[in-house]
């Protein structure tokens, strides 16, 4: 049970250390787990730690698609902001 607890104070650590990252740098915050998120798993995979990650848990299987759900929306809600800051402003 412990090994549950320990792989989710990683990624929840990953995603807090790209958070201060992305801060850092000024750039996306989404940007910036997406980002992470590919090294760790570039680094997992060529480790040969993929197993150990346990990639294929529900539980993670959850947190990625509630992620995805979430950057879809993050990247709609930009692109809706984006237009209306192109929009010339309105004569009364």
């Known amino acids: 049970m ?3 607890y320990l792989l989710a104070a990683f990624w929840f650590l990953a995603a807090v250390l790209s958070t201060i990252l992305a801060n850092r740098l ?3 915050i989404a940007l910036m787990e997406i980002m992470v998120g590919a090294v760790i ?4 995979f060529n480790l040969n730690f993929t197993d150990k990650l346990s990639l294929n848990a529900d539980w993670l299987k959850f947190c990625t698609g509630v ?6 929306f993050l990247a709609g ?3 809706v902001r984006a237009f209306a800051l192109l929009k010339p402003p309105q004569k009364a």
Do not use: C, D, H, V
């Not at 798993?41 to 997992?44: I, N, R």
């Not at 992620?67 to 879809?72: D, K, Q, R, S, V």
């Open 2 to 4: 412990e090994n549950i």
């Open 26 to 28: 000024k750039i996306s």
């Open 41 to 44: 798993g570039y680094t997992a």
């Open 67 to 72: 992620g995805a759900i979430l950057l879809t």
């Open 77 to 79: 809600a930009g692109i």
